[in-house]
């Protein structure tokens, strides 16, 4: 997040919402279906923000989203898997991390629930910390690496491993408040608390619902409903809280790892609209004539553009003409960014995605923002009066799984079972079952893990591929990286709207 953006958004804050300086003609101060003015206490109080356009979130980069051909484009001699086959898919615009979240960003998460919940759990603090036993192998010799990779300020850059994906997702969840409580606190609507601890931390679900309310800031909301006459908390629909950092797809991922857009042969520009073609389907994340070394004639030429194994004992080539420069992983800055500025898409470290592993999911998976693993939740709510059960010991809303019945009720998608992890992927007609440590090593809790590390060869590199781990599992050439989903418009230009326009007037916007 800019802090410039902040004191822009600013200018639109005044007595009248927001309204009076931010209007447009196409969305003007009152309801086209009603006719009602927004915004005034005489007339109901309903508020109403011209929204913007959506921020960008801390430390992301934005991919535009559209369709390409998803999976496999290196061949796997060994195995001959194949579980990746090519087939056409879209996904939507996104933000994704620019680079892997490194050793001092998981420092600070760790320090932040050490100060708020280390005096009353400090298992919850122990369970946060990665695993740094993931150095160890009965025949190397790695222990400065358990001892100083993760703590150790010579590292504080370089990608964090030893991180399991539920640990992943937990830092996803505490870095989204983090961002949304800062942003309240720029705004003037909350002041700053440092000494937030137990059950009294903010958490964006309490406080959108109506659980924290923390210090109110000179800038809180004026409640415009005639019947309230005092402040209330910002909302979404006042445009400022972002949407949650999380992991991304594996068909997000993917695709931001392709970087195809950096082989459209006309972008669009102002004066152009964009040309619908991509040129050529990469190997890599860098352009096609690209191999795994820098190839334009220049003092560049010959570098390797990702940390990667060349070979059995080759971790980094000889003394005097280092092939990548890095014998482990290097820091989350190096090598070179692909076309949508992404670092480390290659090599590096492998990261954790959000996808349940199936080696059948092509086949099986939506060809619009594909994705295996949804399990559907729902608030605890009180029996008597249908509100939220009050938040836990760790300032956290209880949810629980929702059950057959309910989903049935509230869907006509034929979708009878909260937990579709395990949907369509075969089990019912042939009769073959996930069985964990009994005939396979998958389950409803193996993950996907995409892109090669500084341990792989270059086969592993290429963005089709895929391998899988459990969920509890960590491993020292494992990390990760957030995404963010884009609202309102897919393309990143917030004077633009969504759709088409034509004829006079018709400005995008």
Known sequence: ???SLIGAGLLCIGASMFLTACSTKKYSGYSSSTGWNYNSPRLGGFSYRDYPGMETGPGLAFVEGGRFTMGQTEQDLATIERNNIPRTVSVSSFYMDETEVSNVHYREYIYWLQ????????DLITKAKPDSAVWRQALAYNEPLVQYYYSHAAYSHYPVVGVNWNQAKAFATWRSDRVNEYRLISYGILKANANQSGEDVFTTETYVNGQ???????GRLADLDPNSGGKRNATYADGFLLPNYRLPTEAEWEYAALGLKGNNPEPETHRRRGEEVITDRNVYPWPAKEGTRYGIRNEHQGRFLGNFKRGAGDAMGVAGGLNDNADIPAPVYSYKPNAF???NMAGNVSEWVLDTYRPNSPQDVSDFRPFRGNVYETYVRLAEDNSLEEKDSLGRLPRRVMADE?????????LRHADLRASMDGDSTSGYTYKYGENTLVSDDAKVIKGGSWADRAYWMSPGTRRYMQASQASSTVGFRCVMDRLGSPNGDNSSRAGNYFGKGSKRR
């Open 115 to 122: 100060r708020a919940y280390g005096n009353d759990y400090p």
């Open 1 to 3: 997040m800019k802090r």
């Open 406 to 414: 309910e989903m049935a009720e509230m869907t006509r998608l034929n």
């Open 341 to 343: 500025g992404l670092y």
């Open 212 to 218: 924290y309310d923390g210090t109110p800031g000179k």
